[in-house]
């Protein structure tokens, strides 16, 4: 492959970090002083950690790609290979016929009652509300509780490079961003996530209004998702991060595939002063652009929960608000409805088969 006619623009990445400030930096994880009768260890460790982040050891363990790939001898990080894997494995069982229907209920709030806050968000609520008519009618249901980031010990999704901009091919399927074992950016959840997307059938979307906006897990798991909406499935077709074989590749005509379209989806967006319409249409606009199906108007809901209210009794508000409870099992409704007809054939994109004259 030849390389690519544009230039690829490069200045901005700052120097790595000097000797004492990598120490500094790796040094606050033991800040407890129950590490210091193992300081010599950590010394040690330290050691080794600072010759794989000055010699950017990303991926350690690799394996070559093998046969099927465009560079079959290109080598792969093994947890890349194995992520990928699972996905197609997810693919093949969600296609079968005799697969049970599945329904991914995301839950965006970032509160929950095992960190800072104290108290469970009326979002959970919500979800489970969603949960239960999911499976009085027969569904199989999964949550994805994106609070767990908050609360639970090394849990992360870390920041979407924006691989994407540079040219399509560049972003993996899926993301090949991390780990990256040089930098310490670790125990990131989005291959797991990737697999409870791909698994689905249908995805009910349930989140509050932070400042107007998504709140941060969900935006971090949406920005982590262009993958799926492009990406490139075999890594060695861009040796990696390339990005001048990657911007070579698009240019020479990309297909943009959409790894998640076709499913059905729901939407519950609730708030206590402003925003909820906003983010709304935003988050619609994002599943629509990623070719998933919506469950009709019923399933795209937006609510307020005790309107300028105090926040100390929000959920004394969601209590009282049964029209909004059995407008979530509406949704819930509508989501199965629509997996349904999509199983048998009796619903689509109406424009699934048309041309995109501006595909990106």
């Known amino acids: 492959m030849s ?3 544009l230039p690829v623009r490069k200045g901005q990445a700052p120097e790595k970090l000097s000797r004492e400030q990598f120490r500094q930096r790796f040094m606050r994880r033991f ?25 950017s050891r990303k991926a350690p363990v690799t394996e070559k790609a093998g ?24 693919a093949r069982i969600q296609a079968r016929p005799d697969t049970p229907s599945r329904v991914l209920l995301i839950a965006g709030a970032s509160r929950n009652d095992g960190t800072c806050p104290g108290e469970m968000s009326k979002t959970w609520r919500l979800t489970n509300i969603a949960r239960a008519e999911l499976d009085g009618a027969g569904m199989e249901t ?59 059938h249908a995805v009910i979307l349930l989140t509050p209004t932070y400042w107007y906006q998504s709140p941060s897990p969900l935006k971090l798991m949406m920005d982590r998702l262009v993958c799926a909406d492009g990406g490139n499935p075999d890594p060695s077709s861009t040796s990696g991060k390339d990005a001048a074989k990657a911007k070579a590749l698009e240019l020479a005509g990309w297909p943009y595939p959409k790894h998640l379209a076709g499913r059905a989806y729901g939407l519950v967006v ?42 100390a009794t929000s959920h004394d508000e969601l209590d009282r608000d049964r029209a909004v409870q059995d407008e979530v099992r509406n949704v819930a409704r509508a989501v199965a409805a629509a997996v349904g007809q999509i199983r048998e054939g009796r619903l689509c994109r109406p424009d699934a088969g048309l041309r995109d004259p501006r595909p990106k």
Not at 67 to 90: H, I, M, Q, T
Not at 166 to 184: E, F, K, V
Request: overall charge negative; charged content about 25%.
């Open 3 to 5: 390389s690519s006619p």
């Open 31 to 55: 800040y407890d002083p129950a590490f210091r009768p193992e300081q010599a260890a950590i010394d040690r460790l330290e050691a080794i950690a600072w010759d794989g982040y000055r010699n």
């Open 142 to 200: 999964e949550v994805l509780d994106l609070s767990r980031l908050t609360s639970e010990y090394e849990r992360v999704i870390h920041p979407c490079k924006g691989c994407v901009s540079t040219a399509m091919p560049l972003c993996h399927w899926p993301c090949s961003c991390y780990p990256n074992h040089s930098l310490g950016q670790v125990n990131d959840c989005m291959n797991e996530i990737y697999e409870q997307w791909v698994r689905a």
């Open 270 to 311: 609730h708030g206590d002063v402003a925003g909820i319409e906003g983010l709304r249409r935003a988050l619609s606009d994002w599943l629509d652009w990623m070719g998933l199906v919506d469950a009709g108007a019923t399933a795209r809901l937006d609510r307020y929960i005790g309107y300028y209210q105090p926040y």
């Open 67 to 90: 046969p099927g790939a465009a560079d079959p001898n290109y080598d792969v990080s093994v947890e890349w290979k194995a992520a990928a894997a699972r996905l197609r494995e997810a």
